[in-house]
């Protein structure tokens, strides 16, 4: 089965500065998708960014990037020029490659990022 | 351009109450997923439906719970008998088929069994 691990509970970034959230995950699949999802106090669920383990470029989403790194199995965000809009919740997540069954999203814990102003 | 619809927002239910929770997909979705989020925790799957089919319900508990995705209409995830520990946020995500299938999530039911 594939796990997601959030290692980190909680960060804090300065605005306008530079935040990494980490994460890493396990699976015995050669292709799957990455992706990570904003919560905030709202508890809206928000897609931030997506990765497809065959693609060796990196995402990137205006201030959001990742850095994808398959053979450690670490999929990390990067939040530039960060902003007070930014503070939420951060879930890292993994999906197969597969359709039908078995397409379900593995979330890790999560990360609470506050910035602080 | 809608995205993903919840109702009720909020749920309030007594021990051995019946909660049934809705959920319409974006339009030109035809999969959706049900996760649950227990106080500080991540998501956890529940199950997952096409139209007229459950695909894959292994997270969902063996007993009280039940979900549909009819021809016509929302999906519905209902819970009988309610106890204290069905208390969680609900959350729907829709997804259309082919490429990633991107999971487009719901605003979430807040149930608070009392």
């Known amino acids: 089965a594939q796990t997601v691990t959030q290692s980190q509970p909680e960060m804090s970034v300065q605005e306008a500065e530079t935040v990494t959230l980490s994460c890493t995950y396990d699976t015995s699949e050669s292709d799957y998708y990455l992706f990570w999802y904003k919560q905030p106090p709202s508890r809206q669920m928000i897609l931030v960014i997506r990765q497809e383990a065959y693609k060796q470029q990196n995402a990137t989403e205006n201030r959001f990037s990742v850095n994808f790194q398959k053979a450690a199995k670490s999929f990390s965000l990067k939040i530039s020029d960060s902003q007070l809009g930014d503070a939420a919740m951060y879930f890292c997540a993994y999906r197969n490659p597969y359709t039908g069954a078995n397409s379900k999203l593995t979330f890790g814990k999560g990360i609470t990022l506050s910035v602080r102003p | 351009n809608a995205g993903v619809m919840q109702n009720p927002r909020h749920l309030v239910r007594r021990r051995g109450q019946e909660a049934r929770l809705r959920c319409s997909p974006m339009k030109g979705h035809s999969h959706v997923y049900w996760y649950r989020q227990l106080p500080e925790e991540g998501l956890k799957f529940m199950v997952y439906l096409q139209k007229e089919n459950i695909i894959d319900e292994s997270g969902m508990p063996k007993e009280r719970f039940s979900a549909e995705f009819p021809k016509e209409g929302p999906s519905i995830l209902r819970i009988q008998q309610v106890v204290r520990g069905d208390s969680a946020a609900y959350f729907c995500?829709?997804?259309?088929?082919?490429?990633?299938?991107?999971?487009?999530f719901g605003p979430g039911t807040r149930l608070l069994v009392l």
């Open positions: 995500a829709s997804s259309q088929p082919g490429g990633p299938e991107t999971q487009y």
